[in-house]
Each structure stands twice: as structure tokens, then as C-alpha cells.
């Protein structure tokens, strides 16, 4: 264990990003489990990344009636500019950023499991690992190697305890502020190479820990 573990139900603002999908009903799915699933005392600030040309998805999301500003985004040509508006955006004193990503579908649990391991690793970058239902083997999550400059690499399971990772997917990470704050937000052209290796580098640089939380917090369709 990196660090000793937080006060429990201490207030938690977390900035929440989530990227809208082309499959509508999962996009959906994941916000409303978002604001349902979390833990009682997490306040969140959502912000929902969707293409311009999905006009009818991001009218769904402003049907909802929940508190959330919807970003929009031409392509993946415009995503780093985008990105570094949306965390601009993020409130000042928000004490983590939660991404996640568009082609997962959470479990119930996700966000208490997060909750769990936080605690233990205040300090720590938390990966959530996702099953294909596919293979029956794991779909996303943290890597044992991964090639420089390359989208290539091999998953790392953690099975029953938090395991090291030297790289991850984007489909459920949390970034606590004093991770943001010693390195930054993985906004970066290099966040698309090599599955956020040099995001984990520079965080390793930091004595800041990145670690895959333990089973699986949803299924992933690649």
C-alpha cells in the first residue's frame, strides 16, 4: 500500500468525464449509473464529450435533467483541443477526475469499488479492468509492457489484490489531484500512443503509483 488510507465518507468532488458513444443506449446507461451508483458522499461535476454530428444523442443527454455540460467535438482531429477545454472546466477544488470511456458498460458496483481502493490509495492513479464477454478473458484495463510508440502490449490481471501497471486503457481511470497536480491531465497527443505509457512514466517519476483495481467493474465491446 502506497499511502495510509483517507478518512471514510470525508465530502468528494469528483470531475467526471465521459465520452458519448454511437450506441446511444449504453452512453445513456453509464450516466444515469454515474449519478445512481456513486458513493453517497461523492459530488460530481459531469461533463459528456459527444461528436457534432450526434446532434439526437446529446439532445437525450439534455432530456435527463441532470446537472451536466455536454462539450462537443469534430472528429478525433479536434479531441486534444477539446480536452484541454473540457479541463479547464473542471471546478478548482475538485479532488479527482474520473474518465470514462465509450465502449464500456459499468457494473452496479463500479464506482463503490473505486470508492474502496481510493481509500487504501489516496494518492494512487486507479484502473478499472473490463471483461470481454467475447473471450471470456479481460478486454481493458492496466498492462504489464507496453511497446514505445506502439498501441501494442499485454494486459496485467489483477485477480484478488491491486496489481502495477505500467500503462492503461481509457475506459475507467481515476486521477486524484495530487497526481493532476504533480503531472498534469492526460491530455496530450502521447495519451493515444501506447495506451497512456508516458502519462504512467511521468507519474512513476513523481512516486505516484498506477495500479488495476481487483475483478472486473464491467464488460468491455472493444
Known amino acids: 500500500m502506497t499511502n495510509s488510507p483517507s478518512t471514510a465518507n470525508q465530502s468528494f468532488l469528483v470531475a467526471v468525464v465521459l465520452r458519448a458513444t454511437e450506441n446511444r443506449d449504453l452512453t445513456i446507461s453509464n450516466i444515469k449509473q454515474i449519478f445512481s451508483m456513486k458513493p453517497a458522499h461523492w459530488t460530481l461535476a459531469v461533463q459528456v464529450v459527444g461528436e457534432r454530428k450526434d446532434e439526437a444523442t446529446l439532445r437525450l443527454i439534455d432530456s435527463l435533467g441532470l ?3 455536454t462539450v462537443t467535438a469534430a472528429g478525433n482531429s479536434s479531441w486534444v ?10 471546478p478548482q477544488d475538485a479532488q479527482a477526475t474520473l474518465w470514462v470511456g465509450s465502449s464500456c458498460a459499468l457494473k452496479s458496483d463500479a464506482f463503490m469499488r473505486i470508492e474502496e481502493y481510493r481509500k487504501q490509495y489516496p494518492n494512487g492513479i486507479l484502473v478499472g479492468q473490463f471483461l ?14 507496453s511497446k514505445l510508440l506502439s498501441r501494442s502490449g499485454e494486459l496485467a490481471f489483477a485477480e484478488t489484490l491491486p496489481r502495477d501497471v505500467v500503462a492503461f486503457d481509457d475506459q475507467l481511470v481515476l ?14 497527443i502521447w495519451r493515444h500512443i501506447s495506451h497512456n505509457r508516458f502519462y504512467v512514466s511521468a507519474a512513476k517519476a513523481k512516486r505516484i503509483g498506477c495500479f488495476a ?3 472486473y467493474l464491467g464488460t468491455y465491446s472493444g
Open 175 to 188: 486521477i486524484p489531484k495530487s497526481a493532476s497536480d504533480a503531472i498534469g491531465q492526460r491530455t496530450s
Open 67 to 69: 446537472p451536466i455540460n
Open 213 to 215: 483495481i481487483p475483478g
Open 132 to 145: 470481454d464477454e467475447a473471450t471470456g478473458l479481460i478486454g481493458a484495463g492496466g498492462y504489464r509492457n
Open 81 to 90: 483541443r477539446v480536452m484541454k477545454k473540457v479541463v479547464t472546466q473542471f
